[in-house]
């Protein structure tokens, strides 16, 4: 640990800082009264654009960009890269979807994509499975970043031998999180993530500049990797994409496109904008991001090229690739920017997490607990169950990792957007149309999560010795073609999803079975800021902002 003592000065140093800014956060744009998810979870729903530029972009490029993407690269070749593109398409698909989403929510009060579907289709249970299943898939995306602290603190030395002392270092980092969450809400993560995203530009830019600089160029760079990859024992992917995993390529992209804004966190950074303008603003400047990840994507070759030896992991003989970027930081820059590198990776761990953390508690609060368990709660109660709800959801995450210990931990995202792409019919056809009976719905979802999970079981990961749920990447020969190409489990599942809802609301029809009563209306969806149709709910009362 000595020999990494400066770089363990400048990450503590930098990440009390923000720290201590997540606690300050309480008091900035200060409500007259916290006790309110319109306050504490959506941080009054009043982010202009450049505070939006920042959480969203903050929530959506995490420690998985960081560490996942490179090791997946590192280890698997041009397939990585699969982030780039989905991140590409996705701001254009989402651009007209997102706004009305905002409207309608914010015409009535809804704070989770559950609430909006409770109301649009008139269904309890419907909204209750969209509430459990953007918990279930939030977990484990928020477990990624726990692994992204780890691999830094791995990285510096700051571990042990034993499960406990391994593990400390990131539930210490955690538990600080899980303060100044609770008392800040998303403020907390708003304000950090502009010293977030601030540090990983200037480590990313030094990075590409720097370290091309060091190993001799980028035709050396990518030369090595193609060594590397021709010399592997086992056929895939090279520094070009491998003819047999191009149709587990573009599903993956589409796929994880489509999934990225169902998730809950990604839905509670655009409803806490001001008005629709600002969601335009940012889906339009948003890939800007993108680029930022290309260049981050390349760190797994640079990698490669530097001769990066991932440090071992907790099983017997097999190594952690997550600590594959760490390492080259540490390796080639002076110690104090690795410093600032790792403090980088792990501040962009936390932005996530307490963004993850009060969506998946929203959800709780609004969809389980506010429906079935105290229909009468008021906005304090709400605000207090959803704090105790986020400290529950960070728990659960740090057991996450504790007892699964992935090889890779991108795998835990992808399946993670598995689960959560079966909401789709539900929230984003329903933002445009009403057709699909609510039963319907109800049975696609079971039909796809039933096949996404049947799917799941069946993948293993040879990397990890695991036989089931070792990824997203389903065998065609499975379902009888002859072929060795793979499919994203996400994309076929939430196909079968729609086609079951499709044919279920015909049969519905057919028998006249009630459809339940829209509770919105046309022009709800097209509301803006100043509005007098959109409804405010503060606590204890309903009232309407005013157009004057």
């Known amino acids: ?114 609430d909006f579907v409770r109301t649009r289709y008139d269904s309890p249970t419907l909204a209750l499975l969209i509430a459990i299943t953007g918990i279930v898939a939030t977990m484990p995306y928020i477990a990624l970043q726990l692994i992204g602290i780890e691999a830094v603190l791995k990285t510096m030395g700051v571990t042990g031998d034993s499960a406990i002392a391994r593990h400390l270092p990131i539930i210490i980092a955690f538990a600080i999180l899980a303060a100044y969450t609770y008392q800040s809400g998303l403020r907390a993560p708003a304000l950090i993530a502009f010293v977030k995203d601030t540090l990983i530009y200037i480590v990313i830019i030094v990075a590409v500049i720097y370290l091309p600089y060091k190993l001799g160029g980028w035709g050396a760079i990518f030369e090595a990797a193609d060594k590397k990859f021709q010399a592997s024992p086992a056929p895939g992917d090279g520094i070009i994409l491998n003819a047999n995993n191009q149709v587990q390529y573009f599903t993956l992209a589409l796929g994880s496109a489509l999934a990225l804004f169902l998730y809950p966190h990604s839905i509670t950074g655009v409803l806490a904008s001001r008005n629709r303008d600002v969601i335009k603003r940012n889906m339009s400047a948003l890939p800007a991001y993108s680029f930022l990840l290309g260049l981050i994507a390349l760190l797994g070759y640079m990698a490669i090229a530097a001769g990066v030896k991932p440090l071992p992991g907790a099983k017997p003989g097999s190594v952690d690739s997550n600590t594959v970027v760490p390492l080259l930081f540490d390796l080639h820059f002076p110690p104090w920017f690795a410093g600032v590198a790792f403090a980088a990776i792990g501040i962009g761990a936390l932005v996530p997490a307490a963004i993850m953390s009060i969506a998946a508690a929203n959800l709780f609060t609004r969809n389980i607990y506010k429906e079935y368990l105290r229909k009468d709660a008021t906005p304090a109660q709400e605000a207090g169950v959803a704090k105790i709800t986020s400290l529950v959801v960070k728990i659960g995450a740090v057991a996450f990792i504790v007892f699964l210990d992935p090889q890779f931990s991108i795998d835990l995202q992808l399946i993670g957007g598995v689960i959560i792409l079966q909401t789709g019919p539900s929230v984003i056809l329903g933002l445009y149309s009403r057709w699909l009976h609510r039963g319907a719905l109800i049975a696609g979802w079971a039909a796809g999560m039933g096949l996404a999970f049947w799917m799941l079981w069946q993948i293993p990961n040879a990397a990890t010795g695991r036989k089931h749920f070792g990824g997203s990447a389903f065998a065609l020969s499975e379902f009888g073609f002859d072929t060795p190409k793979t499919i994203y489990v996400g994309f076929v599942a939430v196909l079968v999803n729609l086609a079951v809802a499709v044919l279920v609301t015909f049969l519905l029809r057919a028998l006249k079975t009630p459809e339940g009563v829209d509770g919105t209306a046309k022009d709800d969806y097209f509301a803006d800021e100043g509005d007098p149709r959109i409804a405010r709910r503060l606590p204890g009362t309903v009232e309407k902002v005013s157009s004057t």
């Not at 409500?31 to 309110?36: E, G, K």
């Open 1 to 114: 640990m000595s020999a990494h003592l400066t770089e363990i000065i400048v990450f503590s140093v930098l990440f009390l800082l923000v720290s201590g800014m997540g606690f300050v956060a309480a008091k900035w744009r200060a409500p007259t009264d916290m006790a309110h998810l319109d306050e504490w979870g959506l941080g009054g729903r009043s982010f202009g654009g450049w505070i939006t530029w920042f959480l969203v972009g903050g929530d959506l490029y995490t420690a998985y960009t960081f560490v996942a993407v490179p090791a997946l690269i590192f280890g698997a070749g041009a397939a990585g890269f699969f982030a780039v593109p989905y991140t590409v398409v996705i701001y254009p698909l989402f651009f007209l979807i997102l706004v009305r989403l905002w409207s309608v929510s914010h015409r009535h009060g809804f704070v989770t994509p559950a």
